[in-house]
């Protein structure tokens, strides 16, 4: 995804990210993991359609979203920019905001079912999605190169729209009792019976280590030029094959149907005019049939038909 230049693709793309951690979630199977699964698919839900609906106004002002395109947005959209901002950090897992209260969930979960393994790899993961969202579309898109686009901010009805997502982000994060409310299992964090808490010194200071050493490394990459530059490339994906070799497919196999039929036709075709030049030849007026034949001839010919009757009434 650190290659895309379709914005809008790269939210796609991060979805596999999301879904990933529910999925975890289900498979590690505590109550607590459970709870963390159905909390994260509803903020899910909330941020993840905020971020798509600041890319539409972007797209909707510009008429693109291809970071190589874009940069310095924020001087002419600073709303979206800001509904934005609010987004990434949700789905970045940053203090505050509702994906902290639901993806630490998740995280704990892992940690207290002792599979270091695993629990490293959803660190990982927050790494990538820090990576691809505050990274590649945020910054690609109202920061990094200035492209000298001024357009005018999102229309009001797409403000609203973005504002009140991002404000269901923003009270999640602080007043998460009444989504926990809705979770399947009394929220604790072990069989202990201890309640859940949120805000604890080990679940802050492990999601700002994620969010700002991440953040820390891009800006030496960036600064230094290692990392990859904006490039108007297309990245060719599993989707290729439907959208492009299967129509390729289905039009060869149709183009070869198409050169048969057409022979077959023009074979059949042929062998009707010969068929109609032969009974032409043969039963016209003119023709062999239509010639007037003499007594002897006919009397013969009547002869042969009754021997031949003859022999087959008697076989």
């Not at 602080?174 to 299992?185: D, G, N, Q, T, W």
Request: proline fraction near 3%.
């Amino acid at each position: 995804f650190f290659l895309e230049n379709d914005l809008r693709k790269v939210l796609a793309y991060s979805l596999n990210n999301q879904l990933g951690f529910m999925v975890v979630g289900v498979g590690i199977g505590t109550q607590l993991a459970l709870n963390g699964t159905a909390s994260h698919a509803f903020a899910h839900i909330i941020y993840k359609g905020l971020l798509f609906m600041t890319m539409g106004a972007v797209l909707f002002r510009t008429g693109t979203v291809k970071a190589s395109e874009l940069g310095g947005m924020y001087k002419s959209m600073p709303l979206t920019c800001l509904f934005c901002l609010i987004g990434a950090l949700s789905i970045s897992g940053f203090p505050i905001f509702s994906g902290f209260v639901t993806k630490s969930m998740t995280l704990a979960a892992a940690f207290d079912t002792y599979q270091a393994w695993l629990f490293v790899g959803l660190l990982v993961a927050s790494i990538g999605v820090v990576e691809h969202t505050v990274i590649n579309v945020l910054f690609s898109a109202f920061f990094a190169h200035d492209a000298g686009r001024r357009v005018k901010e999102a229309p009001m009805n797409m403000l609203i729209a973005m504002g009140i997502a991002a404000l269901l982000c923003i009270l999640i994060g602080i007043y998460p009792e009444p989504l926990y409310a809705l979770l399947p299992f009394e929220i604790q964090a072990d069989a202990s019976g201890a309640v859940w808490q949120n805000y604890t010194a080990s679940h802050i200071i492990t999601s700002l280590q994620l969010v700002l050493f991440t953040i820390l490394g891009f800006a030496v990459l960036y600064r230094n030029g290692w990392y990859p530059p904006e490039l108007n490339v297309l990245i060719l994906d599993a989707d290729v094959i439907y959208r492009k070799v299967l129509p390729a497919g289905v039009w060869w196999i149709g183009r070869m149907g198409r050169k048969s039929i057409e022979g077959v036709r023009a074979k059949t075709l042929g062998a009707i005019n010969v068929s109609i030049e032969w009974i032409r030849e043969h039963h016209s007026p003119g023709g062999v049939m239509g010639d007037s034949w003499s007594i002897g001839t006919t009397a013969l010919w009547a002869a042969v038909l009754l021997g031949i009757y003859l022999m087959m009434a008697y076989l």
